[in-house]
């Protein structure tokens, strides 16, 4: 998926758009596989702006369109990032790009796309076969990278909410909770070893100040064996007082920064540094006891909580 320098050179290439944003109902470009990373992803620090597919399947168009651009990852005179390796962006009008990206270098030639049609015109139909599966870029699997972007908005979008979610049967996993002091110090509330544990004993003592709430946690859409991902929401409430709500909805540029929104829009890289968990807010924590509720929920609609109670000396 592209990097940071990726994000930065599509992110000028598709600002311009006269026409405004319009949702519109897409189709998921592969009907097999599975994912290996979906929007809103940790990727030690950087957020995921779309979704990786490990697959043997051919990459479809999502939706009718017009071929924006496109590159093979052979094509030396481009300046464009490698690490996207073979992508294409398709228009679908009002604004909306679809890109796939790190497919078969050989997709690069249009009409290499095998079974697919002829993509000698800029007109892509819905479904149509636009490349095949492949490992091109900075890719450690077979498969492809797929985003959508807003370009009147300046924004990437989540596909899952243009898109009807994947079965998703399995409530996501709060893996650890966290305070991070002002001075760096970190207090470990929660550490589930494995589904259903409780809370394990706090360490040492917990001091009255301003704290940085910090969360991990995963989802996994049918089996506990498969790839984990990131969660669509996570929410925090302090004596039942909401600090903290994490919405991997949409990444907004501003200024030149990407954004997120928790709690208003915030630089992702505040949100990301935490790796592996997110940072979903702060506090501001008194003297007496304190109870800190944890809410997690995936884009189906599962949900898992945690209630943490504590003394604040």
Not at 67 to 76: A, E, I, K, Q, V
Request: net charge negative; aromatic share 8%; hydrophobic share 40%.
């Amino acid at each position: 998926m592209p990097g940071a320098c990726g994000i930065g050179i599509l992110l000028g290439l598709f600002f311009f758009c006269p026409e405004p944003f319009a949702a519109k109902a897409l189709d998921w470009p592969s009907s097999g596989g599975s994912m290996v990373s979906n929007f809103g992803f940790n990727l030690k620090g950087l957020p995921a702006v779309g979704v990786s597919f490990e697959t043997e399947e051919p990459v479809r168009a999502a939706e009718a369109g017009e071929m924006f651009f496109s590159r093979s990852g052979d094509n030396t005179a481009s300046r464009l990032p490698s690490p996207m390796g073979s992508w294409l962006a398709l228009d679908h009008g009002d604004g909306l790009i679809s890109i796939y990206s790190r497919f078969d270098e050989t997709s690069g030639d249009r009409a290499a796309a095998s079974g697919g049609p002829d993509l000698s015109s800029a007109q892509v139909d819905r479904n149509a076969i636009i490349a095949r599966a492949g490992s091109s870029g900075w890719s450690a699997f077979k498969g492809f990278f797929f985003a959508i972007f807003d370009r009147r908005e300046r924004r990437w979008v989540n596909p899952a909410m243009i898109i009807a979610p994947l079965p998703d049967t399995r409530p996501p996993q709060i893996v650890s909770v966290t305070l991070i002091a002002e001075d760096g110090r970190r207090i470990g509330l929660l550490r589930l070893p494995q589904a259903g544990a409780q809370a394990a004993a706090l360490p040492g003592r917990i001091s009255q100040g301003r704290y940085r709430i910090a969360v991990e946690a995963t989802d996994t859409r049918l089996e506990a064996g498969e790839k984990e991902l990131a969660p669509h929401r996570i929410l925090c409430l302090v004596n039942g007082v909401e600090t903290g709500a994490l919405n991997f909805e949409t990444y907004s540029a501003r200024d030149g920064v990407l954004m997120v929104d928790r709690n208003g829009l915030t630089p992702v890289e505040k949100v990301y540094a935490p790796y592996p968990a997110f940072e979903v807010g702060n506090v501001w924590l008194t003297r007496g006891q304190t109870t800190l509720e944890v809410i997690v929920q995936d884009v189906a609609g599962n949900e898992r909580s945690a209630t943490i109670r504590f003394t604040v000396e």
